[in-house]
């Protein structure tokens, strides 16, 4: 079964004319470990990307856990919803 587990974050600071987008991404690849994708950029513009493979599925959530922690002490929130 093919599942995606998507987390879609903003930074938007008008005095610093900074919006900024950070997303994680992550689903089971073909040959059964787990892709974790890493976007980020400026908002309305193509951003880059990342792709990490790990063996299992606890390894990949500690992953993800680790990345957001630090992307949400450095200021990104949850985006809303029609952004």
């Not at 689903?27 to 951003?47: M, N």
Request: aromatic letters at 8%; a positive charge.
């Amino acid at each position: 079964m093919l599942t995606v587990d998507v987390l879609h974050l903003h930074r938007i600071d008008p005095a610093r004319n900074m919006a900024r987008f950070y997303r994680l991404s992550s689903t089971p690849s073909l040959f059964g470990d787990i892709c974790l994708v890493r976007e980020w950029g400026r908002i309305g513009r193509p951003g880059r990307m990342r792709i990490d493979l790990y063996a299992g599925k606890e390894a990949a959530t500690a992953a993800r856990t680790k990345l957001e922690r630090a992307k949400r002490r450095r200021g990104y929130r949850d985006a809303a919803i029609g952004e």
